[in-house]
């Protein structure tokens, strides 16, 4: 199983980029790697998605190297309500089924 | 807009209780899941479920089991709660693979006095 290994927790200010780094060593070939927002008393909400190179979408920008051990998540102008724990998860094939593995999360918090 | 709902919110049950934690997506989702979250855990697997009456454990189902007799619902159970099964409970549906997006439903908040 892949497991992953992310900041505990991170500082930064409205309008900067924020970049969460990443490691997931073990990964498989058939993985794929998602990013995951959580605010406090709701359930955790998809960000993006990748597999390698780059993926952006409207939120967030996912950059995956070569070698796939790691990644990096990068929020542009982040605002106040950026502040959430963010996590890192990675698809892994177990016994014929998939499942993915939450690692422990990075709580962000965005100051003004 | 897609729609995971959790039969309670808050949820106060007494030791030795068995206790049933119901799921239901509206989306024609064949995957269904169910994490705990502990503070300083992070969201930890149970069990899951990639099609109706099928279901494979996560990486904590000690002391629970589920259940899957229709696409869209999907129970956790607790058959003898302990004081160590206070959580927060979370299910969570996706298409396809696992790999894809999942859709978390609000958590249901369950204090075992």
């Known amino acids: 199983l892949a497991k992953t290994t992310q900041p505990i927790s991170m500082d930064s200010y409205e309008g900067q980029e924020v970049n969460i780094t990443c490691s997931h060593n073990?990964?498989?070939?058939?993985?794929?790697i998602t990013w995951y927002q959580q605010f406090p008393s709701q359930g955790p909400r998809f960000i993006i998605q990748g597999y390698k190179t780059k993926v952006t979408n409207e939120v967030a920008s996912l950059f995956i190297p070569a070698d796939r051990k790691s990644s990096t998540l990068s929020l542009p102008r982040v605002s106040l309500s950026d502040t959430a724990v963010y996590y890192c998860l990675v698809g892994a094939r177990f016994q014929g089924a998939q499942k993915l593995v939450f690692g422990q999360g990075t709580r962000l918090t965005i100051n003004p | 807009d897609v729609k995971v709902t959790q039969s309670s919110r808050y949820l106060v049950k007494r030791t030795g209780e068995k206790v049933f934690l119901e799921c239901v997506q509206d989306m024609d989702h064949e995957n269904m899941f169910w994490y705990r979250q502990d503070p300083g855990l992070g969201l930890r697997l149970i069990y899951f479920s990639y099609d109706v009456k099928m279901k494979e454990k996560g990486d904590i189902p000690e002391g629970y089991s589920v259940s899957r007799e229709k696409k869209e619902r999907f129970s956790l159970i607790l058959e003898s709660a302990s004081t160590n099964q206070t959580s927060m409970y979370l299910c969570?549906?996706?298409?396809?693979?696992?790999?894809?997006?999942?859709?978390f439903g609000p958590g249901t908040r369950l204090t075992v006095t």
């Open positions: 073990n990964i498989a070939t058939n993985d794929y």
């Open positions: 969570a549906s996706s298409s396809q693979s696992f790999n894809y997006e999942q859709y």
